[in-house]
């Protein structure tokens, strides 16, 4: 599937920003999706992930309680809700889909070797 990412800008610190991603070309309602960063200099992470058929989210350490993932299998997407944002939530956030009909447990959710498809990434500017 092709993801595409929106929603970043440049906020204050404290501020919320929402981020959406869609998906076109495929159906993403069988699949991990999964949001990742990539902060000037270092490496990409693992922010957030969202399996399927009642699974529950999967957060990284640093968004639990601040960050919010959902996902809309009507409209083919999955938003990250990020509240309390810092400047070191700077970074560019990429969207992301595992094959189709894959799980994944716990920290699994956090391997980029889990996720097949990759949206081109939307900016996140935290000022203080």
């Known amino acids: 599937v092709q993801l595409q990412a929106s929603g970043g800008g440049l906020v204050q610190a404290g501020g919320s920003l929402k981020l959406s991603c869609t998906a076109s070309g495929g159906y993403v309602n069988m699949r991990v999706m999964g949001w990742f960063r990539q902060a000037p200099g270092k490496e990409r992470e693992f922010v957030a992930a969202f399996g399927w058929g009642g699974s529950w989210p999967y957060y990284e350490d640093f968004a639990e309680g601040r960050f919010t993932i959902s996902r809309d299998n009507a409209k083919n997407s999955v938003c990250l809700q990020m509240n309390n944002l810092k400047p070191e939530d700077t970074a560019v956030y990429y969207c992301?889909?595992?094959?189709?009909?894959?799980?994944?447990?716990?920290?699994?959710?956090?391997?980029?070797?889990?996720?097949?498809?990759w949206g081109q990434g939307t900016l996140v500017t935290v000022s203080s």
């Open positions: 992301a889909a595992s094959n189709h009909n894959r799980r994944a447990v716990g920290a699994a959710h956090r391997s980029q070797a889990l996720y097949v498809d």
